[in-house]
């Protein structure tokens, strides 16, 4: 009867083993190998029984795993990595998308936030092509971007959303905890953005034109969710409001520019809402999707709006014209005449 009893030896400890392990190949026990082999969860320990079992075959002696299947399989073609941003929306939020094989294929989500971190985080079990045509479905919805970029810029979005998370307090969503360790290694973020190796700053401040077509960024679809928020747009329609109702008499003329002058000071202080350095950010990110889209002048432009954030009595004309938004899309849809109602609406 042999003295050997896997069950012992798997409650010994590591150094115990190994000495054990070694009694084992001393005195040939091929079969009490073998049978710790089958019983070991561990894969460490596994291979260091294979590596016994190996030692022993080397010797000469003969060991053959009963039921042992020799299969064959195809080696399997590793996909590369592959990522995606949407554009950043007026409160600074968009969706990141990484897709990694680690070794089964998982399309990772995340809903990020300059200001707010990372708010949502979600795992997927799909193909690259199912990746692929995600992709080409949001890109055909109005008013969307869906912009391909190279894998550690999404890994440098959901890191540095991590740390606003953590400098906020927030809670962490769960899935990120548990698949963060899948995401690759995490990214250096104190290089500089992807955007300046592509535009140099400097000769974009020097053209100060561009700042002045700021409002050109409006009619871009990267820009169709920009809005200032709810309670600034409240102030100004109040405001307005008390100008049109002014008992003062002038001229047509004088009070079209008397209600441009309230949408400008509102736009002003609805930027100091969230802050200049906010904006910056966010238009900074919109330069780099626009320079991605082949939109160099719309980028450099948006770049430049972005530095003139810096400079405190600057106000480019994309924030008037943000305020303005909202007003002419209601003044449009008083102006939409009614539908025919035998009308058919093909989808």
């Known amino acids: 009867m042999s003295d050997f009893s896997p069950p012992d ?3 010994l400890a590591p150094e115990e083993q190994k000495a054990e392990l070694e009694r084992l190949v001393a005195q040939g026990r091929a079969e009490d190998l073998l049978k710790l082999k089958r019983l070991a969860r561990d894969q460490a320990l596994k291979r260091e029984v294979s590596r016994a079992l190996h030692r022993l075959r080397s010797k000469g ?3 053959a795993e009963p039921g042992e299947a020799r299969t064959f399989t195809l080696p399997v073609t590793k996909e590369p990595e592959q990522a995606a941003v949407s554009a950043v929306d007026g409160s600074g939020g968009r969706l990141v998308w990484l897709y990694r094989q680690i070794p089964e294929s998982v399309l990772f989500q995340g809903i990020t936030s300059l200001s707010q971190g990372l708010s949502r985080f979600q795992a997927y079990s799909v193909s690259a092509k199912r990746f692929d045509r995600i992709l080409r479905t949001i890109n055909q919805e109005p008013n969307t971007v869906a912009i391909r970029v190279e894998p550690d810029f999404a890994r440098r979005l959901i890191y540095q959303a991590l740390e606003t998370s953590r400098r906020r307090g927030v809670k962490l969503p769960e899935d990120f905890l548990e698949f963060q360790d899948r995401l690759g290694l995490a990214p250096d973020l104190s290089r500089p953005h992807p ?3 592509l535009i140099a700053p400097a000769a974009v401040a020097g053209r100060g034109g561009l700042v002045y ?6 009619s871009h679809r990267a ?6 928020d709810e309670d600034s747009i409240r102030k100004c329609a109040l405001r307005l409001e008390e100008a049109e109702l002014s008992p003062l008499a ?3 003329r004088q009070k079209r520019e008397r209600l441009e002058q309230v949408m400008i000071e509102a736009a002003g202080e609805a930027l100091q809402v969230e802050g200049r350095e906010a904006w910056k950010a966010r238009l900074i990110e919109n330069a780099y999707v626009l320079h991605l889209l082949g939109e160099k002048e719309l980028a450099e432009i948006a770049l430049a709006a972005a530095l003139a954030l810096d400079h405190p009595e600057s106000l480019p004309p994309l924030f008037p014209a943000m305020m303005r938004r909202p007003f002419r899309r209601a003044e449009d849809q008083e102006q939409k005449p009614d539908q025919p109602k035998d009308r058919i609406i093909i989808p």
């Open 61 to 63: 002696l003969k060991v």
């Open 223 to 228: 820009f169709a969710a920009w809005f200032f």
């Open 195 to 197: 955007l300046f190796g």
């Open 9 to 11: 030896f798997l409650q």
């Open 213 to 218: 077509e700021s409002s050109r960024l409006l």
């Open 250 to 252: 002038m001229p047509e």
